[in-house]
């Protein structure tokens, strides 16, 4: 399989180099928790809020009756405001089995309420895509960019030839920090767990991570 690239250069790691138990990948992937979702926004969707449904459970990112389409061309923009700082560490996207999955992913860090118009400056990072139906493709973030970002955004500029892009899940991994007045909380989705008070009942792919 072509595993892709990101503008800037880097390798692909698969999760057996990480030894992560097929457990742990749904708290890996929590950061949906720490998504504002009343202000997150999804311009050029065909129906208005289905921009918000494909950010769920990593368990649940095969229900394919949420997801969002674009309206007037290929390209969306997701605004994605956190509740605290995040250390963004990786991606997973999912589309459709065909022209309409996205080919190409533009990521920018603490712009609230970008537009298509700001899409012209230069990007903190630059994916190019496969097509990725399960949820098996990581693209991981430059850590040293994405480290301290309390709204992130997404642009989808380009897919494989369609009128229009079709998105199903949108996963998040990295870390999640509160600041209050007296401590400060740090919630690591890559912490070990007990399996056993977060059972998975699946058959989990393997899963290949993109740089």
Sequence with gaps: MSHGHSHGGGGCRCAAEREEPPEQRGLAYGLYLRIDLERLQCLNES???????????????????????????EELL??????GNVKLKGIIIMGED??????????????PQMS??????????????????????????KISRFSNVYHLSIHISKNFGADTTKVFYIGLRGEWTELRRHEVTICNYEASANPAD???HQVTPQTHFIS
Excluded: C
């Design 47 to 73: 129906r208005e809020g289905s921009g918000r449904g494909v950010f769920k459970p990593w368990e649940e990112r095969s229900d394919r009756s949420k997801f969002v389409e674009s309206d007037a061309d």
């Design 78 to 83: 997701f605004n994605i405001p956190f509740t």
């Design 98 to 111: 065909d022209d309409s999955h996205p080919s190409e992913m533009r990521l920018y860090k603490n712009i």
């Design 116 to 141: 298509f118009d700001d899409t012209e400056r230069e990007p903190d990072q630059t994916f190019s895509l496969n097509r990725d139906l399960t949820g098996e493709l990581e693209y991981a973030t």
């Design 198 to 200: 977060h059972r998975v």
